[in-house]
C-alpha cells in the first residue's frame, strides 16, 4: 500500500526558506507516471494547490508562489521536496503531499498533513 | 486562471436524503478534467470522482458525477452518517490546477 510522509519544521521565520520532504513507501516512485504535487491549507480554509512534477521532470507551479517556489524529486530516495522562500505569515498552513497518476485511471495518494506556522 | 465557484457553501440534510452539489467553472475546462474530493477534520482529502465522472478505486455507487465545459454536479444518492464533511472540487485539464472553495454538508 502507497504511503506518503511529509517532514520538515514545524515552524519557520519570515523571510526564510520553508523547506519539505515527502517520502513515498509502499511503492516505487520510479516507475510509473505521476504527478509529484504539494497542496497546502491555511487553518479553516480551503485548498490551494501549490504545483508538481511530473515524471518527466516539468515542473507546473501555481503563479501566485512561482517566484518563490521549487519542487523536486529524487526518485533514488523515494522522496520528493518542496522549497518556499521569503515566507510570512501568509504561508502558514498544512502542507499536503500527493502522489497523482497521469494515466487512466487517475489515481491520487496523500500524505496526512504537516502544519508549518511562519513567526519569528 | 480557471475560477471554480462551488455552490451552495453549505447543504444541511439528514442522513437518508440526496446530495446535490455544483461546480462551475469561469472557463471551458479542457478533457472534462474535473474531479472531486472529500476531506473530514483532520484528514487529508479523499479522491471520489476523476473526468467528471469517474469514481476513484474503492468509492461507492451512491457518490455520482456528472457535466461537462463549464458545469459539474456531484450527487450523493443516499447519504449516509460518514458522507458528512466537505466537498471540494478541482480542475487538472488547464494549468494551473485549481480547487473550488469547498461545500460543507452537515446533519441538518
Known amino acids: 500500500q502507497v504511503q506518503l510522509q511529509e517532514s520538515g519544521p514545524g515552524l519557520v521565520k519570515p523571510s526564510q526558506t520553508l523547506s519539505l520532504t515527502c517520502t513515498v513507501s509502499?511503492?516505487?516512485?520510479?516507475?510509473?507516471?505521476?504527478?509529484w504535487s504539494w497542496i497546502r491549507q491555511p487553518t479553516g480554509k480551503g485548498l490551494e494547490w501549490i504545483g508538481h512534477i511530473h515524471t518527466s521532470g516539468s515542473t507546473n507551479y501555481n503563479p501566485s508562489l512561482k517566484s518563490r517556489l521549487t519542487i523536486s524529486v529524487d526518485t533514488s530516495k523515494n522522496q520528493f521536496s518542496l522549497r518556499l522562500s521569503s515566507v510570512t505569515a501568509a504561508d502558514t498552513a498544512v502542507y499536503y503531499c500527493?502522489?497523482?497518476?497521469?494515466?487512466?485511471?487517475?489515481?491520487?495518494?496523500w500524505g496526512q498533513g504537516t502544519l508549518v506556522t511562519v513567526s519569528s | 486562471e480557471i475560477v471554480l465557484t462551488q455552490s451552495p457553501g453549505t447543504l444541511s440534510l439528514s442522513p437518508g436524503e440526496r446530495a446535490t452539489l455544483s461546480c462551475r467553472a469561469s472557463q471551458i475546462i479542457f478533457g472534462s478534467y474535473l474531479a472531486w474530493c472529500q476531506q473530514k477534520p483532520g484528514q487529508a482529502p479523499r479522491l471520489l470522482i476523476y473526468g467528471a465522472s469517474n469514481r476513484a478505486t474503492g468509492i461507492p455507487d451512491r457518490f455520482s458525477g456528472s457535466g461537462s465545459g463549464t458545469d459539474f454536479t456531484l450527487t450523493i444518492s443516499r447519504l449516509e452518517p460518514e458522507d458528512f464533511a466537505v466537498y471540494y472540487c478541482?480542475?487538472?485539464?488547464?494549468?494551473?490546477?485549481?480547487f473550488g472553495q469547498g461545500t460543507k454538508v452537515e446533519i441538518k
Open positions: 478541482q480542475q487538472y485539464g488547464n494549468s494551473p490546477w485549481t
Open positions: 509502499g511503492d516505487s516512485s520510479s516507475s510509473g507516471s505521476y504527478f
Open positions: 500527493a502522489r497523482v497518476s497521469s494515466n487512466w485511471p487517475r489515481e491520487d495518494h
